[in-house]
């Protein structure tokens, strides 16, 4: 079992950055694919960013690229979303999630493990 757990969020204004965090325990996770969700009120939940295990590929969704970054560091089992010039309409709950393949998935079916989620709410 992994479990995951974020932090990081918090309330800010559009403009600003954040540094979300997911600690992973229970196994070492260097060899999964992990990736960062969002959902909104109201809305589905979707991807953000994903990281493949292994190698060094990323995937981001469209409304994201050239401003958030995903990462991770291996040796504290915990993976990063740098998120900037944050958007009020990415108020959202951030989740992240961990998948038992090295091979990046856009859907939510394809992972098997998430955390709690942490609330990033973007307001003036």
């Known amino acids: 079992q992994v479990q995951l757990v974020e932090s990081g969020g918090g309330l800010v204004q559009p403009g600003d950055s954040l540094r979300l965090s997911c600690a992973a325990s229970?196994?070492?996770?260097?060899?999964?694919?992990m990736g960062w969700f969002r959902q909104a009120p109201g809305k589905e939940r979707e991807i953000v960013a994903g990281?493949?295990?292994?190698?060094?590929?990323?995937y981001y969704a469209d409304s994201v690229k050239g401003r958030f970054t995903i990462s991770r560091d291996n040796a504290k089992n915990t993976v990063y979303l740098q998120m900037n010039d944050l958007k009020p309409e990415e108020t959202a709950v951030y989740y992240c999630a961990a998948r038992d393949s090295p091979i990046i998935a856009r859907f939510l079916v394809n992972y098997d493990y998430w955390g709690q989620g942490t609330q990033v709410t973007v307001s003036s």
């Open positions: 229970g196994r070492t996770v260097s060899t999964y694919a």
């Open positions: 990281i493949a295990g292994t190698i060094p590929i990323t």
